[in-house]
């Protein structure tokens, strides 16, 4: 067996020994199956191939100082599994049947999950997909959900760093009744060009207003924004935004610190009045942003002056993480130990 490198690991896809499937005909759910192959065969008029009826999750499990293998918050990513097929219209998967698949796929590939001192953790993606043939636009009948999971390396290797921002008003990533709100691979699709945009501009991650009224902050890529300013942290209040489970975690640790939250929608001008801001999510629990540039006004607005994360931004970085891997006492049930 090859050893791997944990420090130097990437977000990247690397193969594992196992993922596991549940496929759905005739109306149910089946049983879950352990499968070694990366490959899933499928009938090549499937709804998800041709009218995207796919939804994915991303989670993640962290191996703690005392060895334990803690998965952050499992029943957060079901539920919002659930919404995103009742929104694409496909057969909900038990809260039950996602948890069994979860902690069945971690234990089978227990190897996989890096080492406490490493930093990196074992990022779990359950996709539930429309296998049915159709050639008319119609939900198909037969479905598969599966699992698979892969070592992925610390997101700040170089220490926990602030990072700059760029508005792009030229694509919008979802509308304000569409499916924004739903972890649908389309969304991704649609924000492929505005991330190659901010790329191309220099910039490591896109950043999206309303697509209505081009007023209120909506999301940063894939993640959440927040600012923090006079102990308050407020975070956008958006239909067309995902609801982040990193965000809505941190709202709590915020209040648990004695921040007053809002969750309201915040107008561009606004970036200008916070002390500190971050985009959140489970790639990095928390990036600090170190400042939002809108090159279509010709304006950028500083967040930190001196280029740091704020003392916020690092409290709510460092509790949550602490949380995550153990080292610190679970008071809100967020986290589910591997037996
Ligand atoms: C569009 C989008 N927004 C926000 C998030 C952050 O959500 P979470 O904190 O649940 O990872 C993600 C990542 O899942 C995302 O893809």
Redesign the pocket.
């Known amino acids: 067996m090859k050893t791997i490198d944990w420090a130097n690991l990437s977000f990247g896809y690397m193969p594992t020994d196992y993922n596991v499937r549940y496929n759905y005909r005739n109306g149910s759910w089946g049983e879950l199956e352990i499968s070694s192959s990366e490959y899933i065969n499928m009938h090549m008029a499937a709804t998800c191939l041709h009218y995207g009826q796919e939804a994915f999750e ?1 989670l993640k499990a962290f191996r703690g100082k005392d060895e334990k293998i803690r998965v952050f918050r499992l029943d957060e990513n079901a539920a919002r599994l659930q919404s995103t097929c009742r929104g694409i219209l496909m057969p909900e998967l038990s809260t039950e049947k996602f948890r069994d698949a979860i902690l069945k796929v971690i234990k089978l590939n227990e190897r996989f999950v890096p080492p406490y001192e490493s930093g990196a953790s074992l990022y779990i993606r359950p996709l539930l997909i429309g296998t049915g043939a159709q050639v008319g636009v119609h939900p198909a009948s037969e479905y598969m959900f599966i699992v698979f999971v892969t070592p992925v390396g610390p997101y700040f290797k170089g220490g926990f760093s602030t990072n700059p921002y760029v508005i792009i008003r030229q694509y919008d990533r979802s509308a304000p009744l569409g499916t924004g709100v739903y ?1 649908v691979g389309g ?1 991704y699709a649609a924000s492929l060009r505005a991330n190659k945009m901010a790329h191309d501009m220099g910039y490591s991650c896109e950043f999206y207003l309303d697509a209505k009224e081009k007023k209120y902050i909506d ?1 940063c890529g ?3 924004f927040f600012g923090i300013k006079n102990n308050t942290y407020v975070t956008p209040l958006s239909t067309s ?2 609801p ?4 809505k975690s941190l709202m709590t640790l915020a209040e648990e610190m004695g921040l007053t939250v809002e969750r309201r929608q915040i107008p561009e001008e606004e970036l200008d009045t916070f002390e500190e801001a971050g985009a ?3 790639a990095a629990v928390i990036s600090p942003i170190q400042r939002i540039d809108d090159p279509e006004k010709n304006r950028s607005y500083i967040i930190s002056k001196d280029g740091k994360p704020g003392k916020i931004c690092t409290q709510l970085y460092n509790k949550l993480r602490a949380i995550q891997y153990g080292d610190e006492p679970d008071k809100y049930g967020w986290v589910t130990i591997v037996e």
């Open positions: 991303g972890k969304n999301e894939a993640a959440n935004i995902l982040s489970i990193t965000n959140c999510g489970t």
